[in-house]
């Protein structure tokens, strides 16, 4: 009878109190449309992410001397101090020109379905071949890429014990070394300890703004790990906005459908990642918020539900790893000088 | 009897084995004319190195808003990944201008007699003052810096703990928390733990060479604890080199006898900081070496004797400081945006 009594009181204390280990139907719903960042790093198969490649992307990734000029490294607008961006609307290269697009955030980026807005490149291993060569940011030459690196007796050390094997100093391998570094390039926040089932890790204001983000819709697409970043979408399904001129994704595929589509940006420390959308033309959060709205929702949001978005969306502004300085080998008389022409 | 037959063993034995801590010549000679680095960062007794002001001014170093372009922050010239310059001869600023000087290390910066090339800033402090508003650099004001961070909150917080007091955020503070934070980047090297008694820490090679530098004379400006920046000199004192075209000091002072003179710069991590010379026109260690014995002691310096130079000098680079990258607060919708005109 006593073992009755005790089994029945527990039962009355659960029902009554919900204890902590009870899932919300926020959390539920939450689970549905998102996911917490992976405890580790996720590496491809055929690009493990040994210490050694660790070591040597991490150094390629700001080596000056993968530009044409010494200038730019990825760090120069993939900035790690920050938001892994450089916080322009369009990023300053080789000769001061200027790309077309923002540069998108480094962190959690590997977790997306491609890179770049348009998803040309399909890992970030491919995405780091791009920027090195392209003219309005660093300028260079594979040649002159592996002249740089292979006049230098620590990188060919490097590369060696990154990449055994007879070739290991190659454009792809420097961009694989590269990949791998950002791939462990993720910054878990308040979000992924709601996610995982702490469910005081949201403020009571940032669990209503996740509510009014999954049920006005912006779940539909901003879903997933990285809350973004796993699928396209046309920028202005509903109602186009008026700056917007890129084509998107249709100067890859060149399929009639794919005007204006873009990939899907990542919500993931969105506070740090401003200016906002593929021309980078809006600085504001809410002001953001509110376009998506209307844009691919055809909702004209109140103050309050851009508000409340807002303290959910700052609410993934995550960890970012404690990153040591590399020490980057010295050039030799044997190294191509910088070129500023 | 006893005890005096001790005593002249142990007179014998030191007689003739040289024990371990006899100082050799070479060392009481290096012991004139250089002196180890202090094993901690020596502060301004008006600007003592707190560790709220060494975040802070850590956060400044890396901070790209204090260009007007948001591009450039102190570590695009004086990259802290390696030598603490940027490898050009000339470094690249607002709008792909090129500044008149290359840019000097700012490692053991703090320890010279005074700042930049002609020595018109009398300390690090004061020279953190120049870069940010000269034209071919930063090209910012004070006013826009200062709105800049004052719009920030978190550094709002962090001058105020840097600084206590009413007045915290100002430009000279600013100049002030980098300066103390540059007091810190000190680079021991072998040479120190040579000077410091342990005549092991050199090679054999390496003595030859430190023993070539002074009896060459080129210690006579190179020297002190930087090996180099204790003194001004002017360049080609016995035969001016052809490229000089730079009137340096007299640029300062307007006095004839500064002609061609500069601060003699300090040679640790000479093997990083390359492209030598205040126009960065020679990119060879070697090469510069030769030039130096020629137009500085009018020696043609054999190639031995320049190899054995260049192994002493390459003992001088140092250990590098583990730097973490700071984590930099974002801007708000109040902070003045990046301007690249």
Chains 1, 2 share one sequence.
């Not at 009355?12 to 960042?37: G, I, Q």
């Not at 995405?127 to 890429?145: F, H, N, R, S, Y």
């Not at 070394?177 to 910054?187: D, K, M, P, V, Y």
């Amino acid at each position: 009878m006593n073992v009755l009594k005790v089994l029945m009181a527990g039962f009355l204390f659960f029902a009554v109190t919900s204890p902590a280990w009870a899932v919300s139907d926020l959390l539920k719903e939450a689970r549905d449309n998102f996911k917490p960042l992976p405890d580790k790093p996720v590496f491809k198969a055929d690009n493990p992410g040994t210490a050694a490649k660790l070591k040597l992307g991490k150094a390629l990734y700001f080596e000056t001397r993968l530009s044409k000029s010494n200038v730019f490294s990825c760090n120069s607008c993939h900035n790690l101090a920050g938001g892994g961006v450089d916080n322009n609307a369009f990023s300053t290269g080789h000769k001061w020109n200027v790309g077309g697009r923002n540069a998108p955030t480094v962190w959690n980026a590997s977790l997306h379905i491609a890179q770049f807005w348009d998803g040309r490149a399909k890992d970030v291993e491919a995405q780091a071949q791009g920027p090195v060569l392209a003219d309005v940011e660093m300028a260079a030459t594979k040649d002159i890429v592996l002249k740089r690196l292979g006049s230098i007796p620590e990188y060919v050390v490097m590369f060696r014990k990154a990449f055994p094997g007879i070739d290991s100093l190659t454009y792809k391998n420097m961009a694989d070394a590269i990949g791998a570094f950002e791939r462990t390039l993720l910054t878990p926040s308040r979000f992924d300890s709601f996610l995982k089932g702490d469910e005081s890790a949201l403020t009571a204001h940032e669990k209503t703004g996740l509510k009014i983000f999954m049920d006005k819709g912006c779940a539909a697409c901003h879903e997933g790990v990285a809350v973004g970043g796993g699928m396209y979408a046309k920028f202005g399904v509903v109602n186009k906005p008026a700056f917007l001129k890129d084509e998107g994704r249709f100067g890859v595929t060149k399929q009639e459908d794919d005007k204006n589509v873009f990939k899907v940006p990542s919500l993931r420390n969105i506070e740090f990642t401003y200016p906002y959308f593929n021309d980078g033309s809006v600085w504001n959060l809410s002001e953001a918020v509110k376009i998506m709205g209307w844009t691919q929702l055809g909702e004209k949001l109140s103050a309050k539900e851009i508000g409340d978005i807002v303290a959910f969306l700052n609410s993934m502004t995550g960890k970012l790893p404690e990153i040591t300085l590399p020490k980057l080998p010295a050039s030799t008389p044997l190294t191509p000088k910088p070129d500023r022409s």
